[in-house]
């Protein structure tokens, strides 16, 4: 069965550079989450989309944006990198249209994403 | 969402059935129960998910109470590839909730030889 593909897996960063992280949703899948799990942390919400809008927000720094676009693919967004925002980053995402208990999401392997 | 409090670790041997209780004092009457588990490095996976008395499927059984305060999560004959963290989430899954999984301290299961 298809699952969530997240590009790149891994990405190493300079200090105050920019960043773009990409979800590929489960087809048919309408909804995408994105989670931040930073090192011995638990996943944090940080973004959601549904049909292409913004959902909900979490604790997404204001250097972060996010979009998803007409395929329902989402990105990520993040300029000016600090030293703290290396972690895995996840995806989430699932078919909330057909009433699909949104919280049973499908998650993908994550991008872990390194700031140097 | 209701707030959750989880053991932070567990040990179990290998055939062993492992229990996970979850309480939940304040789960509100449209609250759902869901489990999911996250091995190191990978991204956490839907594992159940219940409202009230006893939900299995081929992974686990969900137990809970009449008074929904506390639910738990069993794990029958676990091998080591069950040693992960099991994290319990309670909230609204239908209707105007946004669905965002809010995780707090999960469990970390060790399975031991």
């Known amino acids: 069965a298809a699952g969530v593909i997240q590009s790149p897996r891994h990405l190493i960063k300079e200090k105050r550079e920019t960043a773009t992280l990409k979800c590929y949703p489960i087809?048919?899948?309408?909804?995408v989450y994105w989670y931040q799990q930073g090192p011995g942390q638990d996943p944090q919400f940080l973004i959601s989309?549904?049909?292409?809008?913004?959902?909900d927000k979490g604790s997404i720094p204001d250097r972060f944006s996010a979009q998803q676009f007409s395929d329902y693919h989402s990105e990520l967004n993040m300029s000016s990198l600090e030293l703290g925002d290396s972690a895995l980053y996840f995806c989430?995402?699932?078919?909330?249209?057909?009433?699909?208990?949104?919280?049973?999401?499908?998650f993908g392997p994550g991008t872990r994403l390194t700031v140097t | 969402l209701a707030k959750t409090t989880q053991p932070i670790s567990m040990d179990s041997y290998e055939g062993q059935e492992v229990n996970i209780t979850c309480s939940h004092n304040?789960?509100?009457?449209?609250?759902?129960i869901t489990w999911y588990q996250q091995f190191p490095s990978q991204g956490p996976r839907f594992i159940i998910q219940?409202?009230?008395t006893k939900v299995t499927n081929e992974v686990a059984s969900l137990f809970i109470p009449a008074d929904r305060k506390s639910s738990t999560l069993s794990l029958p004959r676990v091998s080591l590839s069950d040693t992960a963290v099991y994290y319990c989430?309670?909230?609204?899954?239908?209707?105007?909730?946004?669905?965002?999984?809010?995780f707090g301290k999960g469990t970390k299961l060790s399975v031991k030889p």
């Open positions: 989430a995402s699932n078919e909330r249209n057909l009433g699909q208990g949104i919280y049973e999401q499908y």
């Open positions: 087809p048919r899948h309408d909804t």
């Open positions: 989309f549904y049909e292409k809008m913004q959902s």
């Open positions: 304040n789960i509100a009457t449209n609250d759902y």
């Open positions: 219940g409202y009230k």
């Open positions: 989430l309670v909230g609204d899954g239908y209707g105007g909730s946004q669905g965002n999984l809010i």
